[in-house]
């Protein structure tokens, strides 16, 4: 079955430390995208990438960072800089070339205490 | 930049009820529109695509229209049922494939 995997599904870190949440998707898509949702509002975007070896920043990328190495992954960095880590994470990916349906993994919830 | 907004921010209903809820946006320049259904501590899953040139799509019980020249999206739902519960977000594409969510309207469905 073709779909988006995140893992893990649930994370604990203590503060200060870099964590690594994991985005693999096998639907041959080109774009790939990772997105913050906290409780009672919409995602906002932090880093997205349309291609392999290019990414851009997102609206709330500070804090966060990203590899696009091969096609299929996309992992996310929360690093110690990041203020307010705690929050549910989500990937994304459309086919790209103009093809915007957008599929969902489903998601990593990061706990930092 | 964009901003997308959707109202009620939660809605309950009984069963049987048809319902409407509704998605705006401020900058009209978009290329598509989403809908998409999130259960608890789950990814969206979507519901219907629009395309910016398109005035609705259907899917089983679900009618989305599109008003893009006033920055509106309803999403129609006929003949709710307690499966239907769930949070409902729509979100506009716009330049550099770049996606803008609403906050969501979340759904409850009566027995």
């Known amino acids: 079955d073709g779909g988006i995997t995140q893992s893990p599904k649930y994370l604990f870190r203590k503060e200060g430390q870099n964590v690594t949440l994991s985005c693999e998707q096998n639907l041959n898509h080109d774009a790939m995208y990772w997105y913050r949702q906290d409780p009672g509002q919409g995602l906002r975007l932090i880093y997205y990438s349309q291609i392999v070896n290019d990414f851009q920043k997102g609206d709330i990328a500070e804090g966060y960072s990203v590899s696009r190495e091969k096609k299929e992954s996309f992992p996310l960095t929360v690093t110690s800089a990041q203020k307010n880590p705690t929050a549910f994470y989500l990937c994304?990916?459309?086919?790209?070339?103009?093809?915007?349906?957008?599929?969902f993994g489903p998601g990593t919830r990061l706990t930092v205490t | 930049k964009q901003e997308v907004t959707q109202i009620p921010a939660a809605l309950s209903v009984p069963e049987g009820e048809n319902l409407v809820l509704n998605c705006s946006f401020t900058d009209s320049a978009i290329y598509n529109l989403q809908w998409f259904r999130q259960d608890p501590g789950k990814g969206l899953t979507s519901l219907l695509l629009?395309?910016?040139?398109?005035r609705e799509q259907t899917s089983g019980r679900l009618n989305a229209s599109l008003d893009k020249s006033s920055g509106r999206s309803t999403l129609y739902i006929a003949a709710s049922q307690p499966g239907d519960s769930a949070t409902y977000l729509c979100?506009?594409?716009?330049?550099?494939?770049?996606?803008?969510f609403g906050s969501g309207t979340k759904l409850n469905v009566k027995p």
């Open positions: 979100a506009v594409t716009g330049n550099f494939n770049k996606f803008y």
């Open positions: 994304a990916s459309t086919l790209g070339a103009g093809r915007t349906e957008q599929y």
């Open positions: 629009i395309q910016s040139s398109q």
